[in-house]
């Protein structure tokens, strides 16, 4: 196993980030999760605008594309794998305790996990707390995570893999690392960016290859809607048959299933789209 930190590949037992480093002592940094199939990341360069557009929002400097792209394809060659999780993770670097950040330049940090794929369905739960739709970090993909930690851990014990979460205005708005679909009368529907869900890349593309509608949408929509399904990097399309108490027992449902077909179809056709 090699990861790849300070510019080059190393050991993971060996490897160091500083205890200063402010991606540990703030939580200071932005990272993406790529798909990588036999060896080929998925919507790579997808993946690397959204670092550059989150570093910009967290007012980062802007990442050096070229290297992260050289990283990302030495850490794939060291460790060859038919599924993996390729984390990249970009801080602010070894700073003073506090807020400030210091000048030592920033850390980038590559790694390679290997998974396995998801499950056809999952199971999903609403949880109590609310996602600021107007906050500092919204719509950035921060290292900043300590709520969907703890919104996932609950979900768990619930028996599900993923945590709902509303906005301050009761809005349905994102999972803790997925967005959510709605099937409704035989259309599919979002919630919009605005309502402080992340942009996900695989919610975009399903957007797009599917027809789906971003539709401002009550969180009680859970309740009521033909289907339910989850996009994420390493869910792909996702139905979901459990929402807390109520059970949607033919998941996949028809419309679900055929975004699923459409989404093997269309990643399988391009790995960069």
Known sequence: ???????RLQDPQEARVSVFDHGLTVGDGIFETVKSVEGRPFALTRHLDRLTRSARGLGLPAPDLDEVRRACAAVVEANPMALGRLRITYTG?????????????????VALGEVTRRPDTTAAITVPWTRNERGALTGLKTTSYAENVVALARAHERGASEALFANTLGRLCEGTGS???VVLDGEIHTPPVASG??????????????????????LSVLAEADEVFLTSTLRDIQAVHRVDDRDLTDAPGPVTAKAMRVWDERAADDLDP
């Open 197 to 218: 869900c992340l942009a996900g890349i695989t919610r975009a593309l399903a957007v797009a290859w599917t027809g789906a509608k971003e539709t401002d949408l009550p």
């Open 93 to 109: 670097g070894v700073s003073p305790l506090g807020s400030d950040r210091g000048d030592a330049g920033t850390t980038l940090v």
């Open 1 to 7: 196993m090699k990861i790849w930190l300070d510019g």
């Open 179 to 181: 967005n959510v679909f």
